[in-house]
């Protein structure tokens, strides 16, 4: 039977999403594409989970696509295909969980790995994190969503910096560029990841999902529409039990309990 590629644990309402071949440094081949977006549905389905931790097992997050694959180019597949049918399903499974998703950056985030930890809601780095447009090394445009994600977060010039020169950025650059939410100690990177899913999970999770809609509608509508979009959300958000439960514990000046429905 071939090895699992990506593991999945879920536990107090946050799945882990491991990605497995620590050999590698992670890349992406199918089997791994196609495994870390089944454990991202499966935790999707879930109602038990309420949050989403994406990480990758050994010294790194996830070196981009697998380059062992193209050590014969004749026979490799072309990156156009490979893209829509590889990295497209992931990047779209995660981006549309419903659920919120935080990225554990232990090591290198390279290439088409630094786009998936682009593409979760919010980014936790180890001290010995390293982000890497690592496209240009090898002759290709940022892909997987980095030229949607990257300018959006850090800006044109920056964006254009990090995908023409291909340096790594490090951990406290990135929180500089508010990259990433926190830089913690290598060593409790799952525990300091968790800890902030489980913060988010105990969250309105529904609202939470409709936050991150709502904000890529915004940065690509005009005023009227966002306004629009905003309205048509919050009607629908009033009548979930979650809006009750806020406004009830405000009255009641308690915390509040929220259940995502
Ligand atoms: O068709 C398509 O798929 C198109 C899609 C493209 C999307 C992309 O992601 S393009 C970008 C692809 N990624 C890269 O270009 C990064 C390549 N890797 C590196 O530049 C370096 O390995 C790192 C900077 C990531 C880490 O450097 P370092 O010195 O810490 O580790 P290392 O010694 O280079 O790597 C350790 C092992 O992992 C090594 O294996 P070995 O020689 O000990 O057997 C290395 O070959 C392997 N490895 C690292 N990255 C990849 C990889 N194996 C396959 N694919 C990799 N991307």
Redesign the pocket.
């Known amino acids: 039977m071939a090895k699992e590629t990506v593991r999945f644990e879920a536990s107090e309402g946050i799945a882990t999403v491991t990605l497995d071949r620590p ?3 992670n ?2 081949d199918d089997a791994l594409a196609r495994d870390a977006a089944a454990a991202l549905a499966r935790a999707g389905a879930d109602g038990a989970v309420r949050c989403v931790v994406l990480t990758g097992a050994g ?2 997050f996830c ?8 050590e014969d180019p004749a026979s ?4 156009g295909d ?2 829509r049918r ?2 497209h399903p992931l990047i779209e499974t995660l981006v549309g969980l419903g659920k919120p998703t935080v990225a554990a950056v232990g ?2 985030a ?4 630094m ?1 998936l930890a682009l593409a979760c809601d919010l980014r936790v780095a180890a001290d010995d994190a ?1 982000f ?1 447009q ?2 240009v ?2 002759g ?1 445009v940022p ?2 969503g980095a030229t949607y994600f990257l300018p959006r977060m850090v800006g044109w010039a920056k964006a254009l910096e990090l995908a023409m020169l291909g340096e ?1 950025l490090d951990a406290q650059a990135a929180l500089a560029l508010g990259l990433v939410t926190r830089v913690v100690p290598a060593a409790s990177l799952l525990e300091e990841a968790r800890a902030l899913a489980r913060r988010l999970a105990a969250g309105p999770t529904r609202a939470l999902a409709e936050t991150r809609r709502a904000l890529a509608y915004g940065a690509r509508a005009d005023l009227a529409a966002a306004l629009d979009y905003e309205a048509d959300l919050q009607a629908q958000l009033a009548l979930s039990e979650d809006f009750r439960e806020g406004v009830a514990s405000f009255r009641e000046k308690r915390e509040a309990r929220f259940t995502g429905r």
């Open positions: 050999d590698r440094l890349a992406i010294r790194a070196a981009g696509a697998d380059l062992k694959q193209f490799a597949p072309s990156p490979v893209l590889r990295y090591g290198v390279a290439g088409a790995g786009s390293r890497i690592a496209f090394r090898i290709l892909d997987s790594p």
